[in-house]
C-alpha cells in the first residue's frame, strides 16, 4: 500500500499570515495514464470533508483562489496564501493512483 | 446542484449487518464511479470502496474485502453498501463520495455503530 505521510501533524497560524502543508507518499503517485492523482481535501468541524484540489494542483469549484497545491513524484504541498477564520479544520492528502487508495493522517491548522 | 444522502446508519451488535443506502441527485448518475470513504470517531479518513459507472468494476479495502459488497441501481440513482459481519472497528461515519481520481462530493455521512 502506499502510505501518505503528511506534516506537520499540528499548524497554529496567525491570521492572515501564509501556511504550508506537506504529503509525501512512499512510491511516486505518477500513473500509467501520466496523470498524478493526489487531492487536498479540507473537514472542517463537524462537517463533511470537502475537496480543495485535485490533479495536484486543480482548485475545484468554489475554492478560493488562496489555496494552491504544487509537487510531483512523491512530495506535494498545499499552501495558503493568508489564512482566514474559516480555513480552521484538518486537513488530508490522498492519492487514487494504486488500489487501495490511501489518506494521510491530517494536518490540523488552527489559529494562534 | 450535487446532492449526495446517506440513509441506513445505525447501532448494531458484532457480527450484525446492515445496508447503507445513497440517494444522489444533480448529476448523470450512471456516468460516474462512486466510492465510500470512512471516518471512525475522532480518527482520520479511511478509503472503503469504489465501484466504476454503469455497472463497472468493484474494489476494496482489505480490511473489508469479503464482507462488505459495494452495488449500485442507475435507474434509482443509488448508491449501496452491504455490510456484514461487522466489528467494533467497523463502527464510523460512512461517506458516500461522488467520483474515483478525484472525489469531488461528499455526503453528510451515515453513522454506523458497532457494539453490543
Known amino acids: 500500500d502506499i502510505v501518505m505521510t503528511q506534516t506537520p501533524l499540528s499548524s497554529p497560524v496567525t491570521l492572515g499570515q501564509p501556511a504550508s502543508i506537506s504529503c509525501r507518499s512512499s512510491?511516486?503517485?505518477?500513473?500509467?495514464?501520466?496523470?498524478?492523482?493526489l487531492s487536498w481535501l479540507q473537514q472542517r468541524p463537524g462537517q463533511p470533508p470537502r475537496l480543495l484540489i485535485y490533479?495536484?494542483?486543480n482548485r475545484f469549484s468554489g475554492v478560493p483562489d488562496r489555496f494552491s497545491g504544487s509537487g510531483a513524484g512523491t512530495d506535494f504541498t498545499l499552501k495558503i496564501s493568508r489564512v482566514e477564520a474559516e480555513d480552521v479544520g484538518i486537513y488530508y492528502c490522498?492519492?487514487?493512483?494504486?488500489?487501495?487508495?490511501?489518506f494521510g493522517q491530517g494536518t490540523k491548522l488552527e489559529i494562534k | 446542484e450535487v446532492q449526495l444522502l446517506e440513509s441506513g446508519g445505525g447501532l448494531v451488535q458484532p457480527g450484525g449487518s446492515l445496508r447503507l443506502s445513497c440517494a444522489a441527485s444533480?448529476?448523470?448518475?450512471?456516468?460516474?464511479?462512486m466510492t465510500w470513504v470512512r471516518q471512525a470517531p475522532g480518527k482520520g479518513l479511511e478509503w472503503v470502496s469504489v465501484?466504476?459507472?454503469?455497472?463497472?468494476?468493484?474494489y476494496y479495502a482489505d480490511s473489508v474485502r469479503g464482507r462488505f459488497s459495494i452495488s449500485r441501481d442507475d435507474s434509482k440513482n443509488t448508491l449501496y453498501l452491504q455490510v456484514n459481519s461487522l466489528r467494533a472497528e467497523d463502527t464510523a461515519a460512512y461517506y458516500c463520495?461522488?467520483?474515483?481520481?478525484?472525489?469531488?462530493?461528499w455526503g453528510q455521512g451515515a453513522l454506523v455503530t458497532v457494539s453490543s
Open positions: 463520495v461522488r467520483g474515483r481520481l478525484s472525489p469531488d462530493y
Open positions: 444533480g448529476f448523470i448518475f450512471s456516468n460516474y464511479a
Open positions: 465501484i466504476g459507472g454503469s455497472g463497472g468494476g468493484a
Open positions: 512510491q511516486s503517485l505518477v500513473h500509467s495514464d501520466g496523470n498524478t492523482y
Open positions: 490533479r495536484v494542483s
Open positions: 490522498m492519492q487514487a493512483t494504486q488500489f487501495p487508495y490511501t
